[in-house]
């Protein structure tokens, strides 16, 4: 499978800098993200893995720990928990104490539902566990509208719980959209009074987010706003190297600013196949399954579609750009379900160069385990069009890059 | 003059200079996995990952355990004396991070 014919083989450098040696991928991901189920309580309109229903073909215990102890032996020192909503496995809390005794960090995330008092005075127990709690808009009228009615209040009160148990800097996760931008002052507020973290994220077109991607994506308006916003609070909020498109404004936001999908970055969903980013949860982007002869490491090390994506982009139109070396191209996963062409710019290019650009037709997914039938709380759009809301929803919108900023320890070194 | 700062470097509490004839080892908390350009190094305690650029500076790093001082661990993976400087500005990098802390020698 090719995805760019423009890229030959080439060698990897002899030292130099470190995003050019990412460019080639490393011996095992430094951003693993692990959706365990499909099951959700929840309908996000804008749900990356369209999740709802579980899968009955889902990895067994058995199975989440030989991968467990498989990431160990690769060193993958920690993962990123998702679904779907995690919590609603049976096994799920036996996991994380399983991948935490076997030198597995996790950090996971929630839409705050299960976490109790018990639960929360649990976690904060707990080292090297991480929670995120994902919040959509910093009023319960902007975040119910996507994630459904109660989601606000049920974050809010994991919140409080995880406070008093006394759980330091967990993460409150926000998915940017043209109705929560102009909140990011009140997000970071809420952020300051739980004593957590504040990390922005960027909306995909993946999953069903491909549904109202055109109705919540910033306005062009908003991404610079966005921008100037993350510029002036720098180091206070994390991105997950998110938002390296808008780096093309000029100066770079912190983080590595490249694509990592297959490089240093992939996806195990609940039944094992392999993905190259989060956002690309598409038989396209699929490199195989952990259940495979060679395990994980054998898809990660040898797949054919990894090793391509491991060669760096040297073809297309983006290169000819002058803000090519900052956003080298935007995010892949946005490119493809909006129906462009991964080697030319991303549909939010700042730079406006996709505007005029003919579409193919939307892939679409080649997955759906939406709910089928009626959701208790399902989401009510806040004056949107025509959008499916007979829908689950997920924590699961993951980073492209690392947990917390690796990168600012980049030690140049000898 | 200028006004005394009251706010502390992040930087500085480890101040220690990585001295020769000092021994070091890689931190307990600390975890190498090696890469093409040289290694990741994982603290589980801060939970922060940095980068060793450099094959030869992986080597030096693994080294200080075994050895009674710095000049030793550079000696025994033949670190050529023009470049002991900046292997030596490195580990200083490295402990002011955590990543290596002094022992008895």
């Known amino acids: ?414 | 003059m200028p006004a005394p700062t009251t706010r502390p470097s992040t930087r500085a509490t480890t101040p220690l200079a990585v001295r020769e004839q000092s021994a070091w080892q890689l931190s307990g908390s600390v975890e190498l996995r090696p890469e093409p350009f040289g290694a990741l190094a994982y603290d589980f305690d801060t939970r922060r990952l940095s980068f060793l650029k450099s094959p030869a500076l992986v080597a030096v790093v693994r080294a200080l355990s075994g050895c009674s001082s710095v000049a030793e661990a550079l000696d025994s993976t033949e670190v050529p004396d023009a470049q002991r400087p900046a292997y030596l500005a490195a580990l200083h990098d490295l402990a002011t991070g955590g990543l290596i802390k002094e022992r008895a020698s």
């Open chain 1, 1 to 414: 499978m090719t995805l760019a014919p423009e890229r030959p083989v080439a060698e990897r450098p002899q030292g130099g800098r470190l995003v050019d040696q990412f460019e080639f991928g490393l011996d095992a991901p430094i951003c693993l993200t692990w959706e365990l189920t499909y099951a959700c309580n929840l309908a996000c309109l804008h749900c990356l893995s369209s999740s709802g229903r579980r899968d009955p073909d889902e990895l067994s215990t058995e199975e989440c720990k030989a991968l467990i102890d498989e990431f160990e032996r690769m060193q993958i020192f920690y993962v990123n928990i998702g679904g779907g909503e995690p919590t609603v496995r049976p096994d799920f809390w036996e996991l994380l104490d399983y991948a935490v005794d076997h030198h597995v960090g996790v950090k996971f995330s929630t839409n705050g539902f299960r976490i109790n008092e018990e639960r929360a005075a649990k976690l904060a127990a707990t080292d090297y566990v991480d929670v995120q709690i994902s919040l959509d808009g910093a009023t319960a009228e902007v975040n119910d509208a996507v994630r459904g009615a109660g989601t606000y209040d049920a974050a809010m009160r994991a919140m409080a719980n995880m406070r008093a148990a006394g759980m330091k800097d967990f993460k409150i996760s926000v998915v940017c959209t043209r109705h929560n931008i102009p909140q990011l002052d009140e997000f970071k507020a809420i952020a300051d009074t739980y004593g957590a973290q504040l990390r922005l994220t960027r909306l995909r077109p993946s999953g069903r987010g491909a549904d109202v991607w055109d109705d919540l994506h910033p306005l062009p308006e908003q991404q610079r706003e966005l921008y100037d916003w993350l510029i002036a609070n720098g180091d206070d909020v994390l991105t997950g190297d998110s938002f390296f498109h808008l780096s093309a404004y000029g100066e770079a936001l912190p983080g590595l600013n490249l694509c990592g999908a297959g490089r240093v970055v992939c996806l195990v969903d609940p039944v094992g196949d392999v993905y190259a980013c989060p956002f690309a949860i598409h038989d396209r982007f699929k490199a195989g399954n952990v259940r495979g002869e060679g395990g994980f490491d054998g898809v990660w090390t040898t797949s054919e579609l990894f090793l391509d994506l491991r060669n760096p982009q040297t073809g297309g139109a983006c290169t000819k750009c002058s803000a090519f070396d900052s956003c080298r191209g935007g995010c892949m996963a946005a490119k493809f379900f909006t129906g462009l062409p991964l080697d030319g710019p991303d549909p939010e290019c700042v730079k406006g160069n996709a505007e005029f650009l003919e579409r193919g037709e939307a892939p679409g997914s080649s997955q759906d385990h939406s709910h089928t039938g009626t959701v208790r709380n399902a989401p009510v759009p806040l004056a949107l069009g025509p959008t499916r809301t007979s829908r689950p929803a997920s924590a699961c919108d993951e980073s492209p890059l690392v947990t917390g900023r690796p990168w600012e320890s980049d030690r140049d070194t000898v």
